[in-house]
């Protein structure tokens, strides 16, 4: 699909549909009184009839009947202009995109909402997000149909003066990040949908190797077991040995060109499939639990865009990547294991494998890669998904400054972040009589016991965690957003590492 500059004024643009947003009440709106007369008052009317106030994601469409160049209207609410956010303006040009493939349209032009910011970039991302479908598995040829929209064009300006050239060239940029960033967004939602008998932690590496190919800023060294053995990587070589499956431990390097101004770690967890090991989980909590690589998905596709639209740091991308399953080999309850750091650790719980492979991924990249900041993602605990809900990421760090900056590019980015204490008195719950610490605490703030445990690992670098149980995966949709995998923290990691 093409995104597009529109010169000209909305009311004389020859689209299949023209698109535009109301914060509340339309009756207050210009374009809206001007379309409705237009349309000799149809628009009010459709509004009054369908009881359209305006509020978030509400649409309602008219036929023009030839009133205008434009064979449909679209208005699409926006709320009140004070509970204005920026994930907000995806889901508003996906609702455009998704009614216009609905209805078979094959151009659009959309008035952007008179709002500052990034807001052009990330209103192209809902467009460019809400066209996503994983249709690899599926044998109708309906299915697999492309979108119906092949030209999706915003209006430079809503009263269609023309842009400056330097306005210009600003909007050509904001399409061209939104495409990357899109693009990269998508390929991880499709390593999370992918079952986890293809995406194995092998088809990780092949992903990590193929984008490395694709761009002369970025190298990749894939350790196996015998490797990870070397290092001394008892954690997360115990939860990979249940499975026939080689482990992965896949590091990637991104140099600038010029000398990096921070070396910055990213870590993603790699479990492609968790069935909890001996602790086994029920049926139903193990169905989707081939999503448990989200964390090494977003940081392996965010590369590819970093790659593309370059960044100032060097950034590693170390994902950790393995199966948790039952068999003759699998680590046991009681087991203890030594982890790279020389940390003894009771497994009193096989299920809480993430801060295991972690743990042994926060040790790498301290030592070996000696980074100035790292972060680590990753589908860690049911408890984050249970204390923020299905939409916001759970985020802990002991640095404040890190913290500020990191959800201030989730802010920009529109990605839903929420920090959460690391409460020290809770480590009480991690003590062990017979090693130097058990890998699972108390039901209660397991969330943050699961970070306190990862903590250890971190020495004196600074460190955060986003714990991404809950958006990683959603079970609803969202116009931006098909049930499935998200790409979720891609957005933001592109945000703070290329701005
Ligand atoms: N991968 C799961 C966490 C998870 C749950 C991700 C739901 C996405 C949706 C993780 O490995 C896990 O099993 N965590 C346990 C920890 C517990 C044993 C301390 C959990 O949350 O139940
Ligand atoms: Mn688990
Ligand atoms: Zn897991």
New binding site residues.
């Given amino acids: 699909m093409e995104l597009q500059q529109i010169v000209g004024q909305p009311l004389t643009a020859r689209v299949d549909v023209l698109a535009f947003t109301t914060f509340g009440d339309p009756d207050k709106d210009s374009l809206f009184k001007a379309v409705d007369a237009a349309l000799g008052g149809l628009l009010k009317d459709c509004a009054a009839g369908e009881g359209f106030k305006g509020t978030p994601l509400q649409m309602m469409a008219v036929h023009t009947g030839g009133k205008l160049p434009a064979k449909r209207v679209v208005v699409v609410g926006m709320g009140a202009k004070s509970d204005f956010s920026a994930p907000n303006v995806r889901d508003v040009s996906a609702t455009v995109s998704n009614f216009a493939n609905r209805v078979g349209a094959t151009s659009v032009g959309f008035v952007l909402p008179p709002v500052k910011g990034e807001l052009l970039q990330l209103a192209a991302e809902g467009v460019l997000l809400s066209v996503y479908r994983f249709t690899r598995y599926l044998s109708s040829e309906d299915a697999k149909k492309p979108p119906s929209v092949t030209s999706f064009g915003f209006f430079a300006d809503a009263k269609g003066s023309k842009p400056t050239a330097a306005q210009a060239r600003e909007m050509a940029a904001s399409f061209e990040r939104a495409q990357v960033i899109a693009k990269a967004v998508n390929r991880a939602r499709d390593l999370v949908n992918e079952p986890a008998a293809a995406m194995t932690p092998t088809a990780l590496a092949a992903e990590a190797e193929a984008i490395a190919k694709r761009h002369k800023s970025i190298t990749v060294n894939v350790l196996n077991a015998k490797k990870c053995q070397e290092l001394k990587m008892g954690m997360f070589l115990a939860v990979a040995q249940g499975s026939d499956q080689e482990p992965r431990f896949i590091h990637m390097v991104y140099k600038p060109a010029k000398k990096a101004k921070k070396k910055v770690a990213l870590i993603g967890k790699g479990?492609t499939f968790?069935s909890?090991g001996y602790?086994l989980?029920p049926s139903t909590a193990m169905e989707d639990?081939k999503?448990?690589m989200s964390g090494a998905a977003a940081v392996i596709s965010a590369m590819d865009a970093i790659g593309s639209l370059g960044s100032d740091c060097e950034i590693h991308a170390i994902t950790p990547c393995c199966e948790n399953l039952v068999s003759g080999r699998a680590y046991k309850l009681g087991d203890v294991l030594t982890s790279m750091d020389g940390t003894t650790v009771e497994i009193n719980?096989t299920?809480?494998?993430?801060r295991l492979i972690l743990g042994d991924a926060l040790t790498y990249a301290r030592t070996k890669v000696e980074p100035d900041e790292m972060f680590d993602f990753a589908?860690?605990?049911?408890?984050c998904?249970v204390a923020l809900g299905a939409y916001t990421a759970g985020v802990f760090s002991d640095d404040d400054q890190l913290s500020r900056r990191w959800l201030q590019a989730a802010e920009s980015a529109g990605e839903d972040m929420w920090r959460l204490p690391l409460n020290p008195r809770l480590r009480e719950s991690l003590k062990s009589q017979v090693a130097d610490m058990r890998n699972?605490g108390d039901r209660n703030g397991?969330a943050i016991t699961?970070a306190l445990f990862l903590k250890t690992f971190v020495g004196d670098v600074p460190w955060l965690h986003v714990d991404l149980?809950g958006p990683?995966s959603l079970s609803s949709a969202r116009p931006s957003q098909p049930k499935g995998g998200t790409g979720f923290a891609v957005a933001t990691l592109v945000e703070y590492l290329t701005r």
């Avoid at 299920?351 to 993430?354: C, N, T, W, Y």
């Fill in positions: 479990i968790d909890g602790s989980k639990m999503i448990d719980n299920d809480a494998e993430g589908t860690l605990t049911g408890a998904l699972t397991g699961a149980a990683a």
